[in-house]
C-alpha cells in the first residue's frame, strides 16, 4: 500500500499561484505514473493533470492546460502541482493519486491510491 499526503492547499486570491505538493511512501513509487484531480462542492470529482512514471509525458485537462503544471522528483517520492493565474472556479479539494499503470491517464479507475486531499480557496 502507497501512502499519499497532499499539501500545499490555502486561501489564495484571484491570480495568486500555488503549488500542492504529494509526498508518497510506501510500495515503489517511481514505476507508476500519479495524478492529480480535484472536487468542487457539489460536483463530481474531475481530473486536472498526470503524469508518467519518468515526467517525460503529462496530460492535462483543458480549463487548466495553460496555467498549471505537473511535475514529480523521483528522487523525493513527491509530485507536484503548481497552479497560476487561479481563478474562483478552481476552488475544490485537489487529491493526488497513484494510477496502476506507468502511463498517465485522466480515468480515475486507473487510480489505485488516493490522498486525503488539501483544499484549495480562490476568492474573487
Known amino acids: 500500500q502507497v501512502q499519499l499526503v497532499e499539501s500545499g492547499g490555502g486561501l489564495v486570491q484571484a491570480g495568486d499561484s500555488l503549488r500542492l505538493s504529494c509526498a508518497a511512501s510506501?510500495?515503489?513509487?517511481?514505476?507508476?505514473?500519479m495524478g492529480w484531480f480535484r472536487q468542487a462542492p457539489g460536483k463530481e470529482r474531475e481530473f486536472v493533470a498526470a503524469i508518467n512514471w519518468s515526467g517525460r509525458m503529462r496530460g492535462y485537462a483543458d480549463d487548466v492546460k495553460d496555467r498549471f503544471t505537473i511535475s514529480r522528483d523521483n528522487a523525493k517520492d513527491t509530485v507536484y502541482l503548481q497552479m497560476n493565474s487561479l481563478k474562483p472556479e478552481d476552488t475544490a479539494i485537489y487529491y493526488c493519486?497513484?494510477?496502476?499503470?506507468?502511463?498517465?491517464?485522466?480515468?480515475?479507475?486507473?487510480?489505485?491510491?488516493w490522498g486525503q486531499g488539501t483544499q484549495v480557496t480562490v476568492s474573487s
Open positions: 493519486a497513484r494510477s496502476q499503470r506507468i502511463t498517465w491517464s485522466d480515468a480515475q479507475a486507473e487510480y489505485d491510491n
Open positions: 510506501g510500495r515503489a513509487f517511481t514505476i507508476t505514473a
